[in-house]
Structure formats: C-alpha cells, structure tokens
C-alpha cells in the first residue's frame, strides 16, 4: 500500500544550531539530516553555519569542513570524491545527485541535505542499499557465453557501441531512490539502476542468455512498474538514461 | 514490529520535475475521466428515460456548477489524450533525452488548456 506520510518514528524534528566560530562574512547555511542509531530519538535537522570563503567547490567539500571543523559525529559515504565510485550520493535540495559533483553554487538558498530518499536510515546520511544489491544480483549481472577461447570474445564496433550508456552505471542510487514507483514499490519493482543494468546484458551481443533474461524481467511487478515518470534520469549524476533502457525492454517484450 | 530505523524522507522532500508533473496529472485525470464517463453515460440514459429526465440533467448541465463540470472534464479529456500520445510516443523509444522530456511535458501541461477552451468554444457554436 502507497505510506505517503513517514511513519512516527521517521518524522523529522528541528535539530541543533551550530552557530559560525570564525567571524566569516560569507556565510551559508547548511541544513542536515540527522539520525543516531545509538540514541531513542527522531531523527532531526542540524544546521550549520558554513564559512564559505575558505571551502571548495562541492557539496562533499562543505560535508568534509563540518565534520573536520565543527561536528565530527556526522556520518557519510565518501570515498573517491571525483563521481565514480557513486559512494555520496544523496539527496541535496530535493534532488538526487552525487556530492562530490555536485556545484554548491548550483544550489539557491540554504543547502539541504538528505539521505537518499525512501530508504532505511543506518545513520545520519547513510541509507540501507541491501535490497537494491539483492536485486541487482537477481538479473544475474555477468556474461553467460558458452564460448569458451583463450582469445578475446570478439564484438562489432556497432554492438560496443550498443553498451555506451549503460556501461557507465556506477550504481550509485540516484535513479532508484528518485524513483515514486520505486517509493511505493521497492521490495518488488526492479527500479530504474537494476533495470539498466539488466538491459545492459540483454543488448550485449556476447551474451547467449538473451531470451531467459527477458523471460525473466518481464513481469507486471518486477518491469511495468515504470510509468516514465522519469524523476531516474533527470537525476543521474552520470547523465545515462535508466527511462530510456528501461522502455527499450519494454519495447523488446513487445516485439519479441 | 516496528523498524528501529526511520524511513529517509521521499515525497516530502523531492522536487517536482515537469515530467512527474504530467505523470501524477496523468493519473488524476485518469481517475477523474473514471467518473465522467459515468456522468456521460447517465446523461444518455436520461435520454432513453424520457424528456422529464433529461429535462432535469440538461438543466443541471446548464446551470454554473454544471458548466464549470462540463469544462472540468473536457480539460482532464484533452490532458489526459496529449499525455497519452507523449507516452505512445516514449513507448517507441523517442523523446527521452531530458530536454525533450521538459519540452513534450510542457506541451501537454499548457497546450490542454488552450485546446480545452477552443473544444468548449466550438462544443458552444454547435449547439
């Protein structure tokens, strides 16, 4: 059944107000989930005031200045910091994106900062990804070739060229967590990052699994949960288009 | 039981893009047309009744309440058929790029008020 309100013990309440030490004149402020699973307490909204003359350019960079500067207990993801390890992504002013590539000059106003949405809250920024693994290990993400040759398993420019888009997932999140249908759904919609992945070894012209692996997709359920509402790929950080391969399946199904 | 964990904020908290605009409309209008078939279908049942019936729905027709219901339901009509040529168009494959989603989305959110207008206008001429 559609939860549109969040249950009680999800509902956000006013955190604390970390006022600026520096003496700054620039300014901003930084709005941030906060949740302790240590702790019997809602999860909360801290702010931050930001002395953004001495930050760089990110949104990671202001999360790394409050937890190096002002508050160490705050929790993330971060790893790579150059958008490919897909490991912050997160939810800043109502989109989904990656912090690390993601411009704080982009955003108007306050900065408001998220978990991915809809998901389990482990702590703080971090949210549970473990179902979105599980399915994604569901579509079997591996080549299934009965070649086997000590030499490469040759392919076309042309079929290559069918993986560009598709390749580039570095499952990061963004597309399924922006996703209503994914929302409501999740525990049985595929949503649109395992989608992807999925159309990404049905087009692969090395693959001899084709017709199983759409056999396999298609179901009311798992597949036409999607009704290209395409909140997956206006928020891809990487600019790939999970609606599109996800209506290239469809399509397939149809004319299969 | 319930989770220990809180739910990260989803609808709550996640802008509203042109195209989850038109898909939720989609889906009102959807519910909506629902409802007006019914209306429509009561309305030529009323003719099969008798005058006196249809007497009675036409002026309900006629009256403010009902005009305002009348063009209620030739805009959800008319949004609900421009979204649905946007999805045909999406189920062949085309028109996914964000751009073009911005720019067919926004075709159908203003162009059904407009051809909304001219429907009622001619529907008016007509009768």
Redesign the interface.
Known sequence: MVQ?N??A??K?EKGQYYKDKTGSKNIRKVNV?R?D?SKNE??RIDTYEVDMDNCSSKVLDILNKIKNEIDPSIAYRRSCAHGVCGSCAM?M???NGLACTKSHSELDGDI?I?????????KDLI??LSTLYKQYESVEPWLKTSKINDKENIQSKKDRAKLDGLYECIMCACCST?C?SY?WNGEKYLGPAVLLQAYRWIIDSRDEDRKERLKKVADELKLYRC?????C??ACPKGL?P??AI??I??ML?TA | MEDKNPISPHIQIYNWHISSLVSISHRITGIINFFAITLIALWIASLLLGENYYEYTNSFLSSFFGKFICMGIIWSFTFQVLSEIRHLIMDLGYGFEPKTTKISGLIVLIGSFPISVSIYAIGRLII
């Open positions: 549109f969040l249950p013990n999800s956000v989930y949740w699973p809602n999860p939810n002013n109502g989109k408001d998220y978990p991915l949405p809809h998901l389990k809250v482990l949210g549970d922006s209503p929302w009704h290209t509402i395409l909140n790929t206006n288009n609606a599109k209506a290239e469809k399509k149809a």
